[in-house]
């Protein structure tokens, strides 16, 4: 789809991700269309130009939105992967199927890190209660048990000891399709994204350092104050896999840092990321526009950062502090609309910036 405005871009998705991607198509003169099955009254179908309310195998739904879009991009990863193989017969498709298919999987995605030579935690496939036996007896400490597939926000894990009741462990998860890792003593985590436009071209943004409470991600800084030899590693591995998987839009990989200056792969997204939020203040194109360009088939543009900047997520509970927040100078508000402020809820983010450009110097990632 060759620039032009006026031109339709479908998301699929509804929340404050296709949200934020609403509002970076505007910006640049292109409408949006959501199809989700909670459309309405939803973060995203709330400033669409245009909402279909259908379930993604709605193949009738699926066409008419089709036939309105000019190209089409999925807020979260776990998208059928009928729905995008249909859709990618009418228009552009991102991230594409090859990267979709890979994310949906913990297995998958650690499989094609390990080939690309991107160290990983130990990691074993669980299908049953004597397969975690055998894998805890090999892995000889601590471990976490996870669901293969549509795990999020630390849900669908489990912490497992040696003395603990493996079986009680596995059968908790309710799944056949489990995964096992080492516990990896991490010192920092480290995520990494990458945009790319269908023909190769590519930008980094730099790397955020993150720390999570209860499963959730809570703040983000960057770019990261780590090593420059652990920088190259998280830059090197996402382009590497942005390319195997040859991604149109986005790919994000989060890492696991050791005390010995080791990156450890622990998952990828290829969609809009959490911890690149600051990016909409922060960069001089945010991840949601880079998005856009790359759907579009506009050439991206610069992720020049000036000074760092911090990204706390505002969940249910921090809705009190709101007034607070909002007569804080130099915060900048994201807040998605959402009705129900409940306990652990992403409800919006605070980005601020933490050093100016003039005490940490342009920084412009290759
Ligand atoms: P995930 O859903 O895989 O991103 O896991 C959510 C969070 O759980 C991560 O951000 C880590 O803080 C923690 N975690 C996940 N896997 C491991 C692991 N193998 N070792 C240590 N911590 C982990």
Redesign the pocket.
């Known amino acids: 789809m060759p620039y032009a405005p006026q031109k339709t871009i479908g998301i699929l998705g509804s929340g404050q991700l296709g949200r934020m991607l609403v509002i970076a198509a505007s910006q640049l003169g292109f409408r949006t269309h959501i199809f989700a099955p909670d459309a309405t009254n939803s973060p995203a179908g709330d400033i669409a130009h245009d909402c279909t309310e259908a379930g993604y195998d709605d193949l009738e739904a699926l066409a008419a939105f089709a036939s309105k879009i000019d190209a089409v991009t999925s807020e979260f990863e776990n998208v059928p992967a009928s729905t995008m193989a249909f859709l990618a017969k009418h228009c552009l498709a991102s991230p594409g199927e090859a990267a979709l298919h890979t994310a949906q999987h913990?297995i998958r995605e650690k499989t094609l890190a390990r080939d690309l030579g991107i160290e990983t935690?130990a990691f074993w496939h669980i299908t049953n209660a004597a397969d975690l036996q055998h894998a805890m007896a090999e892995l000889g400490g601590d471990?976490?048990l996870?669901t293969c597939q549509l795990?999020?926000?630390?849900?669908?894990?489990i912490r497992l000891s040696q003395h603990d009741d493996l079986d009680a462990g596995f059968a908790a998860l309710g799944t056949d399709d489990a995964i096992l890792?080492?516990?990896?003593?991490?010192r920092a985590?480290a995520s990494f994204l990458i945009a790319r436009t269908t023909d190769g071209s590519i930008a980094h943004f730099p790397a955020s350092l993150?720390e999570?409470k209860d499963?959730i991600?809570a703040r983000s800084i960057a770019p990261a104050d780590l090593p420059a030899v652990v920088i190259d590693a998280g830059q090197n591995a996402i382009q590497k896999l942005a390319t195997a998987l040859d991604v149109t839009g986005l790919l994000a990989l989060?890492t696991?840092v050791t005390d010995d200056h080791r990156l450890?792969f622990?998952?990828i997204a290829p969609r809009p990321h959490n911890s690149f939020h600051w990016t909409i203040e922060g960069c001089a194109n945010s991840q949601f526009t880079q998005l856009i360009r790359a759907v579009a088939g506009m050439p991206l543009g610069s992720t020049n950062c000036y000074g760092q900047w911090q990204m706390d997520n505002l969940l249910g509970e921090d809705m009190t502090r709101l007034d607070a927040l909002a007569s804080t100078s130099g915060l900048h508000l994201h807040l998605y609309g959402k009705a129900g402020a409940k306990p652990g809820r992403k409800m919006g983010h605070t980005n601020r910036q933490i050093k100016t450009a003039d005490q940490t110097g342009l920084i412009t990632p290759e």
Not at 181 to 186: G, I, L, S, Y
């Open positions: 913990r935690p471990g976490v996870k795990g999020y926000d630390g849900k669908g894990q890792e080492e516990m990896v003593a991490f985590e993150n999570h499963g991600l989060e696991f450890l622990n998952e």
